[in-house]
């Protein structure tokens, strides 16, 4: 099967940073989505991106299919972005597999 | 739209049980997935559907576990008989025109503790 890492696995900013957090995978993919957990456990999906750049608020991603990885990007953060952040990368068609995760904490 | 709509959510019951969790997914969406969350393995696919039927089941665990999408607004994962390796949270999540720009939405999950 196909490997997705993400890094880093535990991320802790002060409220206002920015940060970077990065997916790679070890195959082609037919696409990709950025995920947010919150602490209720609750899944939302940010962004559907098998290339290229999105953006959406705070939020952006870009994803080089070609050289398999995808950047997620969050500005200015808040402490409601504190959760779980996972790529999922489609491989083979229709199955989508989760990387592991980077935990965000936001501290006010 | 309400959502992805999923019960119970909670369960816990004995191991031997069966289980049954229920999920509804968004209005005309034709594909509908179900996932199980573990500290240990993460988020895993157990099994799809497109337009009710089932496409992949590969990532089912056991024959102890089955899945069913009598109509496009209702699908069932079942557990029987129930282990405690299975406590687990288990999400439906919905979709539409997967390859061509849907994006799965996800249920709130039902967090299944087997004693």
């Known amino acids: 099967g196909i490997q997705v890492e993400q890094s880093p696995p535990d991320l802790i900013l002060q409220e206002g940073a920015n940060s970077t957090l990065r997916c790679n995978f070890s195959?082609?993919?037919?696409?990709l989505q950025w995920f947010h957990q919150n602490p209720w456990g609750q899944l939302i999906n940010l962004f559907y991106?098998?290339?290229g750049t999105k953006q959406n608020g705070r939020l952006s991603a870009t994803t080089v299919a070609t050289e398999r990885y995808s950047l997620l990007y969050i500005s200015s953060s808040q402490t409601t972005d504190s959760g779980v952040y996972f790529c999922a990368v489609e491989y083979n068609f229709n199955k989508f597999y989760f990387g592991s995760g980077t935990k965000l904490n936001v501290k006010p | 739209d309400a959502g992805v709509i999923q019960s119970p959510r909670h369960e816990v019951t004995e191991m031997g049980q069966e289980v049954t969790l229920r999920c509804k997914p968004i209005?005309?969406?034709?594909?509908l997935f179900w996932y199980r969350q573990t500290m240990m393995r993460g988020l895993e696919l157990l099994i799809y559907f497109n337009n009710n039927v089932p496409i992949d089941d590969s990532g089912m665990p056991e024959d102890r576990f089955s899945a069913k999408m009598p109509n496009a607004s209702f699908s069932t994962l079942k557990i029987q008989p129930s282990e405690p390796r299975d406590s687990a949270v288990y999400f439906c999540?919905?979709?539409?025109?997967?390859?061509?720009?849907?994006?799965?939405?996800f249920g709130p999950g039902t967090r299944l503790t087997v004693l």
């Open positions: 209005s005309g969406h034709d594909y």
């Open positions: 195959d082609s993919v037919n696409n």
């Open positions: 991106i098998p290339s």
């Open positions: 999540a919905s979709s539409f025109f997967l390859t061509t720009g849907g994006t799965q939405y």
